[in-house]
């Protein structure tokens, strides 16, 4: 019963077939994969058309909204009719990079905030060296997050993420909580809600296994890890997690 809420497959040479394999093997029975574009989450859609585990969400990252508008919209809204389509996703903030398009960023985000409220679908939210304005944003338009909402790989404070939660966020954690200097990254998934934590890879990237690929069959480590953070056993925060995701998920089956 592991499952990775947030994944990434299109266009980063994973052969899913074999991929699929590994995932079997390692006990992971639900992927979402996250889109960042338009072509990327149609490529997923794609692909959980016909892989019965695999579901996936439909969006356009921050650091992708150039030349974001009411075309790309009217895509993700289509692909967002899928029936395995289980949130609008990854959006959100990334203010990482000194020559940052702010305005272009949060009009993407609030645009994509609308559709998702239009459509009852929770949002997969990408917040990255943006911690006040998400908050503030957030807490502006907390009438559109009726259908909930997950802080992916997050990277905030705890502070914050009492603030986050109390707005209703869920938070999933990856392999970054087994990288040997993530002090905030543990604290935060020590600190959070249980019945708000997630499990996720952001494959291919963030590896528990420095070098090497992400994989959505890595879970079993990140949660393993996590349980230790926590205190708690692997499969009481198996089944915690499981439950959370559905009841994040409302398309999950």
Known sequence: MYLDVHAHFADEGYDVVAERRKIVEAGVKRIILAGDTVPHSASHCETARV????????????????????????????????????AIGEIGLDYHYPDTDKAAQQRAFSLQLELAHRLRLPVQIHSRDCAEDMLAMLTERKELLTGGFLMHCYSHSEEMMDSFAALGAYFSFGGVITFRNAKKAVA?????????????TDSPYLSPFRGEKNTPANIPVILSRLAQIRGEGEETLKERIWNNAFALFGRLR
Do not use: N, Q, W
Request: net charge negative; aromatic share 6%; hydrophobic share 35%.
């Open 51 to 86: 892989c019965p585990e695999i579901y996936f969400a439909a969006g356009v990252h921050p650091s992708e909204t150039a030349g974001f508008g009411e075309r790309s919209l009217r895509a993700i809204e289509a692909m967002a009719r899928e029936e395995k389509c289980v």
């Open 188 to 200: 935060c998934a020590a600190h959070c809600p249980p019945d708000r934590l997630l499990t996720e």
